[in-house]
């Protein structure tokens, strides 16, 4: 009995375990490529070495650039609507309606968002060096509401409960709706935040740069800090796809070889 058991059992644990581990070694290899294509992206900080470069490059412009630093409001920054001093160059504040739906169908009340209302702010920003928030030395950051990337940070959230009376709480049963809660979130891109900036720079008069959405169709990208932990943390799920991948199948390996070994000292006995 436990010939027939054993056997396709472990076939099927097996096999499972390969094709885990194929599925693995594919995500593991399309992530090294994404590393890769990173690090051929010329990666530089917002100084006079990089002003020296531009200048010297033709036509003034760098096609695809990483560009590092901190980021600097040109003007007065944005101030939070609900942390004190708290300043950024981008602002979201995102309002949500909680409601309860009754379903019929289902028979219990289902919870929905209704009503978003999205308001979106900015100021002009650079980004510049470390350690220097006065420097004549800037990269400037155009349309960064062009830009992908998870770049704001949430500065506030609040969620305000609906107070419901007796006359509230019938209404809301004949018509089948009544709200719950009002959600407030604020999130901003800080002054002073580290910032990388993927995209097409160019040079205006003599030591002005800006970055820009490229011409040629390649991502216009702002990343929420430095390349290095950038490129860091894109190898570490390289890695971590890497040691799935050996886990699954160094799994499937040794269930073979465990069913192969007990069969050989079955037969041995026998």
């Known amino acids: ?11 099927i644990c097996a096999g499972s375990c390969f094709a885990f581990s194929g599925l693995f070694y594919k995500l593991y290899s399309d992530k090294r490529q994404v590393v890769q294509k990173l690090k051929e992206i010329p990666n530089f900080q917002a100084d006079h070495h990089l002003l020296r ?19 600097q409001a040109i003007g007065e920054p944005i101030s939070s609507q609900y942390v004190p001093r708290c300043h950024g160059v981008i602002q979201k504040i995102t309002v949500h309606e909680h409601w309860k739906y009754w379903n019929s169908v289902l028979k219990t009340w289902v919870s929905k968002k209704v009503n978003k209302q999205q308001t979106t702010n900015t100021v002009p920003f650079s980004l510049v060096q470390p350690g220097s928030f006065i420097s004549e030395v800037s990269v400037r950051v155009e349309s960064p509401l062009e830009a992908s990337g998870d770049y704001l940070e949430q500065v506030h959230k609040r969620l305000r409960q609906a107070k419901e009376g007796l006359m509230d709480a019938v209404v809301g049963e004949l ?29 205006e008069q003599d030591k002005i740069m ?12 702002l990343i929420p800090s430095d390349y290095k932990s950038f490129i860091q943390r894109h190898e570490n799920s390289a890695n971590m796809w890497k040691g799935l991948t050996a886990l699954f199948g160094i799994t499937g ?8 070994h007990g069969a050989v000292n079955k037969d041995k006995k026998n």
């Open 253 to 260: 390996f040794a269930l073979i070889a465990g069913f192969i």
């Open 1 to 11: 009995m436990s010939d027939h058991l054993l056997n396709p059992l472990t076939v």
């Open 53 to 71: 470069i531009l200048n010297a490059s033709s036509n003034k412009r760098l096609h695809y650039v990483a560009v590092e630093g901190l980021v």
């Open 210 to 221: 800006r970055l820009q959405p490229p011409k040629d169709g390649r991502s216009y990208i």
């Open 175 to 203: 018509s089948g709706e009544k709200p719950v809660a009002l959600e407030e979130r604020e999130e901003l891109l800080r002054v002073g935040s580290a910032l990388t900036a993927f995209g097409e720079l160019v040079l």
